[in-house]
């Protein structure tokens, strides 16, 4: 038996050494593959943008950033943009803090049905609330007739409600899980010294939270900015960058000026995006570690509970109303004007293929943006070379940024050779991939960090190679990861608007982009009954990552991008 | 050194940096077949480094590894003829006991039914008869241990090397594996390596112990002459409580085999056995709580007693623990047995009483071996 054993472990003929040396190098191997990759389906677009908003017809120019800051069109674009995001990210952040109060420290029996509305939101696309607010709002909205009322929801107002509804769940996420990282015995502390619980909120609570309060903040923000969907919907008049991106390729052909636009609105992204994973990682007043402690909190006063609860039913009540109209409005002909039940919203052939289309394109995307995903996150974790850093930060990046800026980036990037893909379902599926890969490498980087290198090293130890060690040891282990960005990446596909728009074809349709056109052109029955059904695919996606989750600890659905 | 015969394993002044710093400086040792060898140290002092270059996670930055003869510094791990247990046992999770310890049978292409034999027979070795289809997470802690090391003896490694294997478990168990590790590495005889920082379980489980300290061997011997006779004041303190105690060789008399050492306290009469001790060295004496003896101060005078107080005493059942203060300074005296044995009080006048046989280290010398 022995000597079988040694014999093999000493055998070592040149295919042996051969397969040593890649077998040493081919986690490099793979790292430059990956590394070119990124380079050209993340880096080389958003290059292509930079470079085109300097770029005139006779070589380098700021012409097209002097004319951008000269003409009130343009610069109120800006300055809209920025009012929108930090008037968003001062509603959510009293928001978002009311209801992860209550979820955390307030009446038991809330917590749950909170939570759920709190989160509700994740289960649709975020321009869905525009199409909610035309219906009940708009000029033959529900409510505007019930009540006679003469409400234009094509406003700063709409918009800004919006998109609050389609980021309460980031906010109340963010917040919650700052909240419970709070050691509770700081909070009865100070009840026990006899401050009152104002006090404890304004002087022990938000003072610990800050850091935690401002990152929430900030990550709102982007995501706001970024949003285009109810902007373009709701905006009428008002200008806003992301939109106006779209409509400077689409109406204007003006590829400089929408470059410049694109750089602008990234801007702020790369700032924050730099601030909040190299400059605030790691703050914060995070006192438990761990699973929290049982702790049950004083009860709430009612000077502090009725508020709050006001305030988070309100919006629990609109978050309710505009699924509710979503609903109605897929099965009746017109809401709020002609309650008959019709089917032919449902059945409509050309919706339907765009939702097969979206999940075709979804599949191919979620696969891809899995594998691209996984090999990345073992690159990162495991591999010494020069430029890992660089290479997570292009890689988590894609998140962060503006889906308009990079579909005006892949427009321009793959409109030539040697990467003609213009025209092609490629396009969009690269795209989507390089987009939300940062999900699946976070994933895959959460799934590595329970994985001890031990297990690795023990495999070696026993004798085996590299490629053994990472099909036999390293894929099953990182499989519920896999998975994971998988589902990630196919819901976030489906319901992904805001750069796909540029990149479908006439005649190819997603239903994405479908539910945007129907529901600027008014069509609301066909725009509610197909976002119904985009509904019921995420809310199947978001079942399975919640299984992945309890099954495997692996927690992916607290992300939200689309 | 003692033996002529080829060890197993020949470390050759291996050093090892880590950027500007050295971690190992000079490691040279030689590991007899079938003997258990401890890397012992307090935490930094390269005994996992040391046991990784063995195994061929590590480089050394010099230096030869030589096993059976075999100069094999230039191979991966894999393939290595040295099977590790790790400290997080890194069994794999998807696999279940019995795939675990024969993936590196496996591996070798071995015919099924020979692996299932094999694993059958290893399963009984670490006493986990049926148990071979259990997943990793649904056994404890210990039996994970057991198939970690089941796993490493698999391939029958030339050296078994255990890295701190016995820290992810409790105070009990962790005494109940260390008895079966060594048991079954007796009965099998497989040359073994064991790293801990646990000096009582490193004196406990080994042939012989390797104590590191700052990169440099400072002693290597067996559990009874590091405790003994430590070669510095480093080992000393090292293996146990000790109280050292400054003195010059006074007068020296071969015929006798006795010497007498003054103290700031008085002089003492000892035992002359270390034969490098000349007259009017300095040294230290290397003095054990529990070879010191309690009596009353009131008693017949003896030789070698100093005379003192106590000032604090702590009963453990098995022991009484005495500090005593001896013209302010504080010794520490063992008293196993205390149920046979007289009791005193706080600020009671007692006698220590210094046994003939103390080890000595002699002061200002080079304390390497």
Redesign the interface.
């Known amino acids: ?2 000597e ?3 014999e ?3 055998d ?1 003929g040149f295919l042996y050494k051969l397969r ?1 040396f890649f077998g ?1 190098r081919l986690i490099n191997i793979f790292a430059g593959g990956l590394f070119t990759l990124l380079a050209i389906f993340l880096l080389y677009p958003i290059t292509a943008v930079l470079i085109k908003s300097f770029w005139g017809e006779d070589g380098f120019t700021s012409e097209y950033y002097v004319e951008f800051f000269s003409y009130n069109f343009y610069y109120w674009s800006l300055l809209n943009t920025l009012i929108l995001g930090t008037s968003v990210m001062v509603i959510l952040l009293v928001i978002g803090f009311c209801f992860a109060y209550l979820t955390t420290r307030g009446p038991l029996w809330s917590r749950k049905t909170l939570k759920i509305i709190a989160l509700l939101p994740l289960a649709a696309p975020p321009y869905i609330f525009a199409i909610s607010l035309i219906t009940l709002f708009g000029r033959n909205g529900l409510i505007n007739n019930l009540f006679n009322l003469n409400f234009n929801i094509y406003s700063w107002t709409g918009v800004i409600a919006a998109q609050c509804l389609a980021f309460l769940p980031l906010s109340f996420m963010m917040i919650e899980n700052v909240l419970n990282s709070l050691n509770p015995s700081l909070e009865e502390t100070a009840s026990d010294m006899g401050a009152s619980q104002y006090r404890i909120i304004r002087s022990i609570t938000i003072p610990l939270a800050a850091p935690g309060l401002l990152k929430a903040a900030l990550l709102v923000f982007v995501m706001t900015i970024a949003e285009f969907g109810n902007p373009a919907i709701l905006g009428g008049r008002t200008p806003f960058l992301a939109p106006d991106t779209y409509l400077m390729i689409t109406g204007e052909g003006d590829f400089n000026m929408a470059s410049v636009l694109s750089v602008i609105l990234i801007t702020p992204c790369v700032i924050i995006f730099i601030l909040h994973n190299y400059v605030l990682k790691g703050k914060g007043y995070t006192t438990i570690v761990g699973k929290p402690t049982a702790v049950e909190y004083k009860e709430m006063i009612p000077g502090i509970k009725i508020p709050f609860m006001i305030i988070t039913i309100a919006v629990g009540v609109m978050v309710f109303l505009s699924f509710g109209v979503i609903l109605l409005g897929a099965f009746v002909k017109i809401v709020g004007v002609d309650h008959t039940f019709v089917i032919d919203h449902i059945l409509n052939t050309q919706a339907n293929v765009a939702i097969w289309n979206s999940i075709k394109i979804s599949l191919a995307s979620g696969l891809f943006g899995a594998i691209v995903g996984t090999l990345l996150a073992y690159v990162i974790m495991r591999g010494k070379f020069p430029g890992k850093r660089v290479m997570e930060m292009i890689a988590l990046s894609g998140f962060a940024l503006p889906g308009t800026v990079i579909g005006v980036g892949y427009i321009m990037a793959f409109n030539r050779y040697p990467f003609l893909l213009t025209g092609t379902i490629w396009i969009i599926i690269l795209n989507c991939v390089f987009r939300f890969v940062a999900v699946g490498v976070e994933a895959g980087i959460s799934k590595l960090h329970q ?2 290198i ?2 690795e ?9 590299f490629l ?1 060690i990472f099909f036999k ?1 390293i894929l ?2 990182m499989f519920s990861a896999f998975v994971a960005g998988f589902i990630y990446t196919f819901m976030t596909t489906m319901m992904s608007l805001s750069s796909v728009i540029f990149l479908v074809t006439p005649g190819f349709d997603l239903a994405s982009v479908y539910i945007y056109l129907t529901a600027q052109l008014g069509e609301l029955g066909l725009a509610s009954a197909t976002t119904v059904k985009m509904i019921a695919i995420v809310v199947l996606c978001l079942a399975i990552l919640k299984i992945i989750a309890k099954k495997t600890g692996l927690d992916i659905s607290k992300k939200q991008g689309a | 050194m003692e033996t002529q015969e080829t060890p197993m394993l020949e470390l050759r002044d291996i050093y090892k940096n880590f950027g500007d710093v050295e971690v190992l400086k000079g490691i040279s040792a030689r590991i007899k077949k079938g003997e258990l060898l401890t890397f012992v140290g307090p935490s930094g002092c390269g005994k996992t480094t040391l046991l990784r270059i063995v ?3 590590a480089t050394p930055t010099s230096g030869k590894v030589i096993l059976d003869g075999e100069d094999i510094g230039s191979l ?9 247990v ?3 046992y ?5 696999m279940n006991v019995r795939k675990n310890i024969g ?2 049978l496996k ?4 015919p099924k039914d ?1 692996i299932d034999t ?1 694993v059958e027979k290893l399963l009984s070795l670490v006493h986990m008869e049926g148990l071979g289809e259990r997943a990793i997470d649904r056994i404890s802690g210990g039996q994970q241990q057991r198939v970690a090391l089941a ?2 003896l698999a ?2 490694p030339k050296v078994l090397l255990l890295d701190e294997p016995l820290s992810n478990l409790d105070a009990n168990l962790r005494v109940v594996m260390r008895e079966e590790i060594r048991n079954i590495q007796e009965r099998i005889g497989v040359t073994t390596i064991f790293v801990t920082h646990d000096q009582y379980e490193a004196m406990s489980i080994s042939d012989r112990l390797l104590v590191l300290h700052d990169g440099v061997i400072q002693q290597i011997g067996s559990p009874m002459g590091i405790y003994e006779k430590p070669a510095n004041e480093f080992i000393a303190g090292f293996v146990g409580y000790v109280n050292f105690l400054q003195g010059i060789i006074d007068t020296l008399d071969e015929e006798s085999h006795t010497l007498v050492v003054s103290t700031e306290y008085g002089k003492l009469e000892l035992n002359y056995e270390q034969k490098d001790i000349k007259m009017g060295d300095e040294v230290l004496l290397v003095i054990r709580p529990e070879t010191l003896t309690l009596s009353p101060s009131h008693g017949t005078e003896q030789q070698n007693t100093f005379h003192g107080t106590v000032e604090s005493h702590m009963y453990a059942g098995n022991l009484a623990k005495y500090t005593i203060n001896v013209e302010d300074r504080e010794m520490v005296v063992d008293q196993y047995n205390p149920k046979d044995s007289e009791h005193f009080k706080k600020n009671d006048k007692i006698k220590v009483i210094i046994p003939r046989s103390v080890h000595m280290l002699k002061i200002g010398e080079a304390s390497e071996q």
């Open positions: 038996m022995a079988a054993v040694m093999s472990i000493y070592r040593a040493k994985i001890s031990e297990i090293e023990a495999s070696a130890d026993l004798g085996a190679d053994t040891i099953p282990i | 195994a061929g996670f991966p791990p894999n393939m290595r003829d040295t099977k590790m790790f400290q997080s890194a069994l794999f999770p998807h993936f590196g591996l070798q292409k071995w020979k094999r796993r490493a391939l029958e």
